[in-house]
């Protein structure tokens, strides 16, 4: 639902502040990429040492990392890919054992997925060798942290998913079966901690049904869920994430599930929001006891939803923030007091850049019981 919005030439001068009608205000942190018209994604988002971090992913380039103390105000910590070309993503960020780690996405066959990590956020080294040994693994769907290890798990169009640990941060092991026996699970992009299991959701690269496979150990694996949850048109689950003692996985196609006990599903959002343009969840996160997910959508932009319980939802943002190339919530962090939600562009070579916003302090709070659906905000540094 785009509504048009008219701003005064004094406030967008003072703030850049957006009234998005009916829904919120919504305001900038970051505008154009941090300035570099060929970064079209906030890939990957991480709080580390009170400082939040974001992946910008470049494919005329490559990738950079940027940090900021108080999301105004940002330094550029890694550049030039970590020093590989090929490197044009950073797909995912994760803090494992007092250390940040930051793991590439290549998108084509040539060296292999990186991971590197810092223990300052300035000196940056690579802890793996590339591709894990398999130039077919372009790149990393999502770290996790569990039983002690931290799991990395890959895109590999060739021999199916792997699902890598770590005890140190250096020594890798592979944790499970090509593409959990089948190579058609070609990725795996989301995991998630629940019930003390690892949860792994896959991508069906020639179609079927998405898979969604648990571990209480990083060895014995078992799936838990129908093949796309009974249908083959769900077949990329793009997010997973744990809110009030459920977890809620991503369909990939318009809808969203839940389980308790990590066996049986029940679906919560089957038709995209009312929009089914809306075909899957980029990311979630839960802030201040609310559900937040953040879809794709490539017509009319991306839209932020939020909800108290998984089962009553409502919309927070105007789509793409007012700009329909923002066909993603690319990524999502809860940093301070804000939420922070980073754009995917999908417009004719990636432009206009990506975009970061945020939520503004206490005034997100009761909007949902009240009716009023307070407001958003951020600055453009």
């Known amino acids: 639902m785009a509504h048009a919005v008219t701003v005064p030439i004094w406030l967008a001068v003072l703030g850049c502040l957006?009234?998005?009608?009916?829904?919120?205000?919504?305001?900038?942190?970051?505008?154009?990429?941090?300035?570099?018209?060929?970064?079209?994604?906030?890939?990957?988002?991480?709080?580390?040492?009170?400082?939040?971090?974001?992946?910008?992913?470049?494919?005329?380039?490559?990738?950079?990392?940027?940090?900021?103390?108080?999301?105004?105000?940002?330094?550029?910590?890694?550049?030039?890919?970590?020093?590989?070309?090929?490197?044009?993503?950073?797909?995912?960020?994760?803090?494992?054992?007092?250390?940040?780690?930051?793991?590439?996405?290549?998108?084509?066959?040539?060296?292999?997925?990186?991971?590197?990590r810092t223990a300052d956020g300035v000196i940056w080294e690579q802890v793996n060798s590339d591709g894990f040994g398999d130039s077919a693994n372009i790149g990393c769907g999502a770290l996790a942290v569990f039983g002690g290890d931290l799991y990395a798990s890959t895109f590999n169009v060739l021999n199916g998913a792997q699902v890598w640990r770590s005890g140190d941060g250096t020594t890798w092991e592979q944790?499970?079966?090509?593409?959990?026996?089948?190579?058609?699970?070609?990725?795996?992009?989301?995991?998630?901690?629940?019930?003390?299991?690892?949860?792994?959701?896959?991508?069906?690269?020639?179609?079927?049904?998405?898979?969604?496979?648990?571990?209480?150990?990083?060895?014995?694996?078992t799936q838990v869920n129908a093949d796309g949850f009974g249908s083959t048109s769900s077949s990329f689950i793009r997010s997973m994430t744990v809110f009030e003692g459920q977890l809620y996985a991503d369909g990939g196609f318009r809808d969203l599930w839940r389980t308790a006990d990590g066996t049986d599903w029940e679906q919560v959002v089957g038709d995209g929001f009312g929009d089914d343009r809306n075909w899957g969840l980029e990311s979630m996160v839960e802030f201040r006891g609310e559900l937040f997910a953040g879809t794709y959508n490539s017509l009319t932009g991306t839209e932020v939803w939020r909800s108290p319980d998984g089962t009553h939802w409502e919309q927070t943002n105007d789509d793409g923030f007012g700009n329909a190339m923002n066909c993603s919530s690319a990524s999502a962090a809860v940093f301070g007091e804000h939420l922070y939600v980073g754009t995917y562009s999908c417009g004719p070579l990636w432009i206009p850049p990506?975009?970061?916003?945020?939520?503004?302090g206490g005034i997100f709070s009761d909007g949902f019981e009240s009716g009023d659906t307070s407001a958003w905000s951020a600055t453009v540094p």
């Open 18 to 116: 957006l009234p998005t009608a009916a829904f919120a205000q919504w305001q900038l942190v970051v505008d154009n990429g941090f300035g570099d018209p060929d970064n079209h994604s906030a890939g990957a988002m991480a709080v580390f040492e009170q400082q939040l971090y974001i992946g910008a992913n470049n494919y005329e380039n490559e990738a950079q990392i940027w940090s900021s103390p108080d999301g105004l105000n940002w330094v550029q910590v890694v550049s030039g890919g970590f020093g590989d070309p090929s490197n044009h993503e950073v797909s995912a960020m994760a803090v494992f054992d007092g250390q940040l780690y930051a793991a590439t996405y290549l998108g084509m066959i040539t060296t292999g997925v990186e991971i590197w």
């Open 354 to 360: 990506f975009q970061v916003w945020r939520t503004e």
């Open 175 to 221: 944790a499970n079966s090509n593409g959990f026996g089948d190579s058609s699970n070609s990725g795996v992009f989301a995991m998630a901690v629940f019930g003390g299991h690892l949860y792994a959701g896959t991508y069906k690269q020639n179609g079927g049904g998405a898979e969604v496979w648990r571990t209480p150990d990083g060895v014995a694996w």
